[in-house]
């Protein structure tokens, strides 16, 4: 299978690794277009994928095509190809708030199209990805994109009216966890942690619990109630935690992400 990336920075060339360096994929079975020659020289070197100025020579090379370009130039850049995609191509749309119906309008009746939202922990193989088909995509087919996508990460098919709830609780969360991670590692540098080091603690905690999380099954209440010992350090930092509003705060930031995500 021939592979199309219209697009190939962060979020791209991390899809791209994965694909790659899980082996489902050859480099040169993979072409990714791009409008700046220092992006397609740093793909084709990392990489080694063909490359392309040209959105069209992308989109006429594809069995499967992911679309990886901002919303805000997704009608420009379909318009531009849509004529160059041949019949039966798979069309992977990762941009937020762009609906099944609009993308099928622009591209035509028949289309092959998926909604997928990943996130940047693809760039690490422990990426999570939300995908959503339109009716004419065959459960073969969104099987062989399923196995695609698992180079870089889990995925699950969510229903279109949630795909914007997977904008913000996994498209977007990375931003979260890095922010709190961040004044983790503060809280330790103020107590005299070296920085380096306290990254590095903060990080392997977080990692290790949310795989505890993925394994045991257990609810998350249920794992925190684990550490928390009567009278001990951590329900003392637990409870100036919810005295500050952290439930609260994280509820309403992913409320106004999925709020934004609806309106693009």
């Not at 962060?10 to 694909?19: E, P």
């Not at 050859?26 to 100025?53: C, F, H, I, N, Y």
């Amino acid at each position: 299978m021939k592979i199309g990336f219209i697009g190939c920075g962060n979020m791209g060339g991390a899809m791209m690794r994965g694909i790659l360096e899980a082996g489902k994929c050859e480099p040169q079975d993979m072409m990714a277009s791009a409008l700046r020659d220092s992006t397609l020289e740093r793909r084709r070197a990392e990489l080694g994928v063909r490359t392309t100025k040209e959105n069209r020579e992308a989109a006429a090379f594809a069995d499967m095509l992911f679309l990886a370009v901002k919303p805000q130039y997704y009608q420009e850049v379909i318009e531009e190809i849509r004529d160059s995609v041949r019949p039966g191509v798979l069309i992977v749309s990762i941009a937020p708030g762009k609906t099944l119906a609009w993308l099928q309008e622009l591209f035509g009746e028949g289309t092959k199209i998926v909604r997928a939202m990943p996130n940047t922990p693809a760039m690490v193989g422990e990426g999570m990805t939300g995908l959503c088909p339109n009716s004419n995509v065959t459960e073969e087919e969104l099987r062989t994109l399923r196995e695609i996508c698992a180079g870089f990460g889990r995925t699950e098919v969510v229903p279109e009216h949630l795909m914007d709830v997977v904008t913000s609780v996994s498209g977007s969360s990375p931003a979260y966890v890095f922010l709190f991670l961040e004044a983790m590692a503060d809280a330790a540098v103020a107590d005299g942690m070296p920085r380096a080091q306290a990254y590095r603690f903060a990080a392997q905690a977080v990692l290790g619990s949310a795989k505890m999380l993925l394994e045991t099954g257990k609810h998350p209440g249920e794992l925190k109630d684990m550490v928390c010992s009567p009278g001990g350090t951590t329900i003392e930092a637990v409870r100036v935690l919810e005295e500050k509003g952290l439930r609260s705060a994280v509820i309403e930031a992913m409320k106004a992400c999925t709020k934004k995500a609806r309106g693009m």
